[in-house]
Nanobody, 123 residues
Framework: QVQLVESGGGLVQAGGSLRLSCAAS????????MGWFRQAPGKEREFVAA????????YYADSVKGRFTISRDNAKNTVYLQMNNLKPDDTAVYYC????????????????WGQGTQVTVSS
């Protein structure tokens, strides 16, 4: 069974930083593109960042570009999301997900999801 477990969420002040991790098991990690999505209360799930199978390509939502960095360590079966200069609008539950595609920004292309980790940014 594929399992994705997020960690690293918490409460941070605006302008602060946080690093999310997603540990994967039950799959050949290097064969999957990985992505981060988030969902705030009352809002639709939105794409945040994605990284290709090898880690050579990345893509970011405009709202986080320049502030967030996605990376992966295939030897550790882990994908990361470094979040800098956090804003209150970044408050959401963050989910990592795996896709059989090399890389994708569409949640419909992701078949495996973690349970999420809460990120709260205070002003």
């Amino acid at each position: 069974q594929v399992q994705l477990v997020e960690s690293g969420g918490g409460l941070v002040q605006a302008g602060g930083s946080l690093r999310l991790s997603c540990a994967a098991s039950g799959l050949k990690f290097s064969s999957y593109g990985m992505g981060w999505f988030r969902q705030a209360p009352g809002k639709e799930r939105e794409f945040v960042a994605a990284v290709s199978r090898s880690g050579s390509s990345t893509y970011y939502a405009d709202s986080v570009k320049g502030r967030f960095t996605i990376s992966r360590d295939n030897a550790k079966n882990t994908v990361y999301l470094q979040m800098n200069n956090l804003k209150p609008d970044d408050t959401a539950v963050y989910y990592c997900a795996a896709t059989g595609m090399i890389i994708s920004v569409k949640h419909q292309n992701y078949n495996s999801w973690g349970q999420g980790t809460q990120v709260t940014v205070s002003s």
